[in-house]
């Protein structure tokens, strides 16, 4: 079995490869379990700190390059994990590079996917940047996606493009929504929500954090390993759990960020909470409150999706993996 992850050499995409890795099978589109002998991550570049394993080979080039994507699918490609994106922030500072990636990109991946010899499952990586302004006090698996910003309405876009190729039967597809991902190690990157993570990753790393939203901001968010998870199940999952809805709102836990800072101050003390400075970017804050905080997640919680505990386990696992120094 041939799988691809696009961004592949990201933070997300290395922990899902590391999970295929370990777990060494999956369910192709007819139902059949089989092992996984090959898995190509797709990106710009190289990782830092690459996994080896002699299962898995990186490719080096542009997702929105027609040509490359397809010479990477081949006609051999049994199923797809796509997570490569341009953020928020940049897709929306860059509408042109946001269209270019986010849009055309997933549409060269999706005629890739066309050409197949057997139909591929395709899990792309949507968000709840989807849902904007104005909307209800809790977000239903009936709301209507009514995006604020280019990144939301180029996630919009690839979900419709994914259900009706799915409708068609070129491929197997299923778009998951995901959360803030919350705490991200490493350094911000230029998405709207890397506040999130960084007014926890920084003030643990005896560095100020600069906090562009208020304090009373609730996110909607999901740790890493909740957020592989929910990769591996949403694949692992028949076609007739999906039904003909090929998009799904993933559970989450909300905390505003005043809480986040609480919680922060109870695991780790006064003097790193303090670290924490607001300086309110009406940019980005605008973006970030068109965003959902708040979901009911029936229909994912019916089939099986998992979720976190509340944002104290997520601060804490975290601690435990990238910051033990912290811990009081």
Known sequence: MKVVVTGGAGFLGQRLIRALCERGKATDSAGRERPIERIIAVDQGQCSEPLIDGRLAYALGDIADASFVGNVLAADTDSVFHLAAVVSGAAERDFDLGMRVNLDGTRFLLEACRRQTRVPKVVFASSVAVFGQPLPAVVTDATTPTPQSSYGVQKLVGELLLGDCSRKGFIDGRSIRLPTIVVRPGKPNAAASSFASGIIREPLAGEESL?????????????????????????????????????????????????????????????????????????????????????????????????????DSILRDYMRQYSPAAWR
Do not use: K
Not at 226 to 251: I, K
């Open 211 to 311: 906090c562009p939203v208020e304090p009373s901001t609730g996110v909607w968010m999901s740790s890493p390993a909740t957020a592989v998870a929910a990769m591996v199940h949403a694949h692992e999952l028949p076609a007739a759990a999906w039904g003909t809805q090929r998009s799904l709102n993933l559970p989450g836990h909300t905390a505003t960020v005043a809480e986040m800072i609480e919680a922060l101050r109870s695991a780790a003390g006064d003097a790193v909470a303090s670290r924490v400075r607001f300086r309110i970017d009406e940019p980005i804050a605008a973006i970030v409150r068109s965003w959902p905080a708040r979901f009911d997640t029936a229909r994912a919680r019916a089939m099986g999706f998992p979720q976190d505990a509340d944002f």
